[in-house]
């Protein structure tokens, strides 16, 4: 299994920006994928979760500014990122498993990673 992770930059705050994961070599029909942040000296911080029938989920501090979608061919999954903010700023990353999620849930939750995209936001 094999996450690519695309899209991050620098970018003015206020700004926005489209984060792309793409997978590749999943092996199940049923998945949940989630975004995922780590800013410097603290730990990665779940943004999102988005199951295999379109249900989402999103963490408070980025509900209704983020929106994730899904590439028709469900391979990839976008992270659509509105007004940022500079604590925004950090390595973002994308992350799959095989059940389901209720909600928005850890990172030792999830079995496969990419290998992040930095955003940076001044």
């Known amino acids: 299994v094999q996450l690519v992770e695309s899209g991050g930059g620098s970018v003015q705050a206020g700004g926005s920006l489209r984060l792309s994961c793409t997978v590749t070599g999943y092996p199940d029909s049923r998945y949940c994928m989630s975004w995922f942040r780590q800013r410097p000296g603290l730990e990665r911080e779940g943004l999102g979760i988005f199951n295999e029938g379109g249900t989402t989920s999103y963490a408070d501090s980025v509900k209704g500014r983020f929106t994730m979608s899904q590439d028709n061919d469900k391979n990839t999954l976008y992270l659509q990122m509105n007004n940022l903010k500079p604590e925004d700023t950090a390595m973002y990353y994308c992350?799959?498993?095989?059940?389901?999620?209720?909600?928005?849930?850890?990172?030792?939750?999830?079995?496969?990673w990419g290998q992040g995209t930095q955003v940076t936001v001044s």
């Open positions: 992350a799959i498993r095989t059940a389901r999620c209720w909600k928005v849930l850890p990172f030792s939750s999830f079995s496969y």
